[in-house]
């Protein structure tokens, strides 16, 4: 870069000045070629000349004008760059008992037992966690309103959720024989007519289980109801989003329900966007749901502000990343709202608010200017 001043008094009598006098006085600066000039009058009547190499902007246009967008944008930029939009840890969730006495009483000893066990006897801590689960269910059917009994429910089985994960256990390809005190149940799942429902195709995670903050995650949105919401991150990359408008790995937030057919327990996951209530053993329950964390999940994942900048300068490098994908299963009762991204993303509690509305939110990626 070079810089040059010039007094502005008496430019006018000598030609070559004149030249430079006239361009102060306009406030222009040209881009074109691969050298870039700047002229301006500072207050002590100083003509200041800085040339900077540029190598694809041909374009010429009125400095005063827009300057303050400029600035603006190099600002907004700057102070974006040290912000980050989702971060996320995971810890283990701390169980506080609800009851002093009583069936629910039994079921946070069962609990209590199951996590301190069920790392190095995660299939006895599974069937703790059931038996916790079948208890605190048998409550709800006699009292649907007891939130004690809701809240032992969801937490114990969230942890039987956990504890799969965890110990890789494998429930969802053939049943699986967990025992207890009293013999053993059979732990399954219920068969979905989807294919791309087959719990077999995700790793899940209690959303209780993730601490989630950034500039981009400013509310936690969420709804009482039965049932642990989870996170579920599909396994392996999807060949076809492109062409199926989904995004390359799937993210997504389910609530897992637990039923119990005599020594069974079967697990089902319920798609919260899609439906409100959920029937458990004759009764209707409002389903509960966690909209914020699978978002936030996926935003920590996949880094969006990454490649912010660089799609904006080169896009052509980056011409493939340009997309549009949905971030639900399609709903003929939903309208379509397609959101397109600047140079930043739409927050995901806006987006966790607006899901779960009328609307269905699609993303658009583009490649650059």
Not at 230 to 245: D, S, W
Not at 317 to 341: C, F, G, M
Request: proline share 7%; aromatic share 10%.
């Amino acid at each position: 870069m070079q810089h040059r001043y010039f007094r502005a008094p008496g430019l006018a009598h000598r030609k070559k000045s004149a030249k430079v006098a006239a361009l102060a006085n306009n406030s222009r600066f040209s881009l074109g070629g691969s050298v870039a000039s700047l002229f301006l009058v500072n207050r002590w009547g100083l003509v200041y000349q800085t040339s900077f190499g540029l190598r694809t902007m041909k374009v010429r246009f009125t400095f005063n004008r827009y300057l303050p967008l400029a600035l603006a944008v190099f600002a907004a930029c700057a102070l974006e760059s040290c912000s980050t939009y989702s971060r996320v840890s995971e810890r283990r969730p701390r169980f506080i008992p609800f009851a002093s006495g009583g069936p629910l009483a039994n079921a946070a000893t069962y609990i209590v037992t199951a996590m301190r066990i069920d790392r190095r006897d995660p299939l006895v801590a599974l069937g703790e966690y059931m038996t916790a689960a079948e208890t605190a269910l048998d409550q709800l059917k006699r009292s649907p309103d007891d939130e004690t009994a809701r809240n032992t429910y969801n937490f114990a089985v969230g942890r039987i959720i956990a504890t799969i994960h965890d110990a890789k256990l494998d429930p969802w390809t053939q049943p699986l024989r967990v025992p207890v005190n009293s013999g053993e149940f059979v732990l399954t799942h219920r068969p979905d007519p989807r294919p791309q429902w087959n719990p077999a195709l995700y790793d899940f995670t209690p959303a209780d289980q993730f601490d989630v903050r950034g500039t981009y995650v400013t509310e936690r949105t969420t709804r009482d109801g039965i049932g642990a919401p989870i996170v579920a991150v599909g396994r392996e990359v999807n060949k076809e989003a492109r062409a199926n408008f989904t995004t390359p790995r799937t993210y997504y937030g389910v609530t897992a329900i637990a039923r119990f057919e005599g020594r069974r327990c079967v697990l089902s996951f319920e798609d919260p966007l899609a439906v409100e209530t959920v029937r458990v053993d004759g009764q209707i329950f409002p389903l509960a749901a966690d909209f914020t964390v699978p978002l936030a999940v996926m935003l920590a994942s996949t880094n969006p502000k990454k490649f912010e900048l660089t799609r904006l300068l080169n896009p052509a490098k980056y011409a493939e990343t340009a997309r549009i994908s949905r971030l639900q299963p399609y709903d003929p009762n939903k309208t379509v709202v397609l959101v397109i991204h600047g140079l930043m993303a739409p927050k995901p509690d806006i987006l966790a608010r607006e899901s779960r509305s009328r609307w269905q939110i699609r993303r658009c990626f583009l490649k650059g200017p």
